[in-house]
């Protein structure tokens, strides 16, 4: 029973293979039963140990790189599948995501014109004192063109618009305060006569049978050097 | 309505190049690690599994699972332990579904009796030991057996099994000794018994 106390240090330093105390040492180097019970656990830890070293050292089988190498080679064509599909996909997605876009900004673009046109109120003008307008985007303006004109308080709205929804064009409308109506039609017809200058000039410049200019030959004449007069002497 | 294909052939065919060129220098790095670090693998799923074949498929796909993963890897010196861990769980999760398998089939044999070894020596080489120590080995906590595995292989230091295992150097010691001092008293139940038969 004396023994028994040592027991624990005894399993210790045969699992750590450290040297034992000098008390516990004084006491196995008298103690026959304590050396038995050392020696048993030093060669329990050694049967523990040569069986992890057993179970830890194995061979690798030859052929385990090749293998493993071979399994890699196989899985390239099956990631890159995996990625093509991947990318396809999202292509797909991309696609449909600006189809709907398109169709989309087609329908505003209808949806709008709609909206547009039915805000403003519609009723005729009787009586007006100003010639029949058009008003297209400031390009073809001129008494001849327009037949009508409507007007609603201070809203003006001409016949163009519903021709001009049959050419699919961008109409614009215009707001006028009551009584510039007038002012706004002269403005707008100097606006159209000034850029109907710049179109004819424009397209004289395009005329295919104008001949370019010539410019006749530059003579140089000999370069003659002479001597700066010396004013040193005044 | 007009069909509308978007091509970029030139753009295509470089990103197509450079994806190449960073899957075969992927391979290169990869096969260097799988050159130092691949008997690794199989030992330690030959180490929880005790089997070659098993071993070698565990191995295996633990090696194909880093590949796959490899580009996530960001620290290259943890390649080891990532490895290792991957190959453990591996095979624990083969060893529990090959235990289960195991029952079913052992539940209609009865095992076969032998005589008890003589010495030692006789008792470690017999097959009931090793399989006893195998069935101690098992009882460990996952944590425990992994470092003996580990601490066992040659050419690991105490330093490398902490690395290996991002573990400080004293926890692996501890580990290493509490493991052992178990395996050792669940043998020497064992060890006393054959010796009183």
């Given amino acids: ?234 | 309505m007009q069909e509308l294909v978007l091509i970029q052939p030139i753009r295509a065919a470089e990103e197509q190049w450079s994806r190449e060129a960073a899957h075969a220098a992927k391979r290169r790095d990869f096969e260097e690690r799988l050159a130092e670090c691949g008997p690794l693998a199989y030992r330690v799923a030959r180490g929880v599994l005790r089997n070659d074949a098993d071993a070698e498929d565990v191995a295996q796909e633990a090696l194909l699972r880093a590949y796959r993963r490899f580009d996530r890897l960001r620290d290259a010196q943890r390649f080891r332990g990532w490895l290792v861990r991957i190959v453990f769980r591996l095979a624990l999760d083969r060893a529990r579904s090959a235990k289960r398998r195991e029952l079913r089939e052992t539940e209609w044999a009865q095992p076969a009796r032998r005589p008890a070894p003589a010495t030692a020596e006789e008792l470690a080489a017999s097959s009931e030991f090793q399989a006893r120590f195998d069935r101690a080995l098992d009882e460990l906590p996952e944590k425990l057996r992994l470092v003996l595995l580990l601490a066992a292989m040659e050419g690991h230091t105490m330093e490398e099994v902490a690395a290996i295992l991002a573990l400080p150097v004293g926890t692996v010691k501890s580990r290493l000794f509490a493991g052992r001092k178990k395996l050792a008293e669940k043998l020497q139940c064992y060890v006393t018994n054959t010796k009183k038969r």
């Fill in chain 1, 1 to 234: 029973m004396l023994c028994d106390k040592y027991e624990e240090a005894l399993i210790g330093a045969a699992a750590s293979g450290a040297a034992l105390d000098s008390s516990v040492g004084e006491h196995v180097s008298l103690c026959a039963h304590c050396q038995e019970i050392l020696a048993a656990q030093q060669s329990m830890f050694a049967l523990v140990d040569a069986g992890l070293r057993t179970r830890a050292n194995v061979a690798v089988p030859g052929n385990f790189g090749h293998r493993v190498r071979a399994a890699i080679q196989m899985e390239n064509p099956q990631e890159r599948r995996r990625n093509s599909a991947v990318l396809a996909f999202g292509s797909l997605a991309a696609a449909a995501a600006l189809l709907i876009a398109i169709l989309l900004a087609q329908s505003l673009r209808h949806g709008g014109k709609d909206t547009a046109r039915s805000v403003v109120a519609e009723s005729k003008l009787q009586g007006s004192p100003l010639p029949p307008v058009h008003i297209d985007n400031g390009t073809n303006l001129g008494p001849s063109l327009p037949r009508t004109l409507y007007s609603s308080g201070t809203v003006w709205r001409t016949s163009w618009l519903r021709e001009a929804s049959l050419r699919r064009k961008v109409d614009p409308e215009v707001l006028v305060p009551q009584g510039q109506e007038e002012l706004l039609v002269k403005y707008m017809q100097g606006i159209a006569a000034r850029k109907a200058r710049v179109t004819i000039s424009a397209g004289l410049q395009q005329e295919p049978e104008m001949k370019p200019v010539e410019v006749p030959s530059i003579e140089i004449s000999e370069l003659v050097v002479t001597p700066l007069p010396d004013l040193s002497s005044n």
